[in-house]
């Protein structure tokens, strides 16, 4: 990939969109992983306003930690660079105690509040975003928007634009190192930041990204009777997850109303 290209092209798309939109700049939620990472310094690199927001939930140390380390370094490098922290812990502790069901009877609970929470960081998002004229910049790649569906739909999905949503994981990496992020940015390994205890994003999907991106890479071109051993288990799980997301990937089904119904 000739990354200094694909940097000064989305660097460039994110200026005009703003431009054309009549927007400040960009808003960006900082996580402390590669793709928010690559995402904050390609919209610190348009000059425009950008704010940078870390939103801890019951958050990791370490993952707070490198989300911190970034923002700083970019602030001292990019004048239009302002960085916030917004505790939302206390928020999410209010509506777990609102919702209040915390029942056996109900399997996925912790699935939605795990849901909860990319929804109130993306409430947050939309807020600053909003008193401060600016766009809500995604962070999502290839695999988990157009893949597997591996985000929130209307949390981490609720975004205005998606300057990396044609990259594949791998190709993020490329960017970071040729960003020179920091290096705990760099080498952070994939996770969503949604649960109490540690999950990796391998750990929930039962595959790599360079895994699943092989599989992605041949969609519709190969068969389930293509391939055997780990390739076929990683394409059984990319064929699952993918079937599962379409209602995130798709537009919103519209019920069209038949015109001779409106006479």
Request: net charge negative; with cysteine; hydrophobic share 35%.
């Amino acid at each position: 990939m000739q990354t200094q290209k694909v940097i000064n092209h989305i660097v460039q798309w994110l200026t005009d969109y703003a431009q054309k939109s009549g927007a400040k700049g960009y808003v960006v939620g900082v996580s402390g992983g590669v793709d928010s990472g690559v995402v904050s310094k390609l919209v610190a690199m348009t000059g425009l306003k950008t704010l940078l927001i870390e939103m801890p939930i019951r958050q990791k140390e370490d993952q707070v930690n490198r989300a911190k380390e970034h923002m700083k370094d970019l602030e001292s490098k990019f004048e239009n660079v302002q960085a916030m922290s917004v505790n939302l812990t206390p928020a999410f502790e209010e509506l777990y105690k609102t919702f209040d069901v915390h029942d056996e009877e109900f399997p996925n609970e912790k699935l939605a509040f795990a849901n909860t929470r990319s929804r109130l960081r993306m409430l947050t998002l939309y807020y600053y975003g909003q008193i401060n004229g600016l766009l809500v910049c995604g962070t999502g790649n290839k695999v988990e928007d157009f893949g597997i569906g591996f985000y929130t739909k209307y949390g981490d999905g609720g975004v205005d634009v998606s300057p990396i949503a044609d990259l594949y994981k791998t190709e993020v990496y490329e960017l970071a190192r040729a960003l020179d992020l920091i290096e705990s940015i760099q080498n952070a390994i994939p996770t969503d930041g949604l649960w109490d205890a540690e999950r990796t994003d391998e750990d929930q999907i039962g595959a790599t990204y360079p895994e699943l991106e092989k599989i992605q890479k041949e969609w519709g071109t190969k068969s389930e009777s293509d391939y055997k051993g780990r390739d076929l288990e990683v394409y059984k799980i990319f064929s699952r997850m993918s079937k599962a997301a379409q209602h995130k990937i798709n537009p919103i089904p519209v019920c069209d109303i038949p015109e001779e119904y409106r006479n």
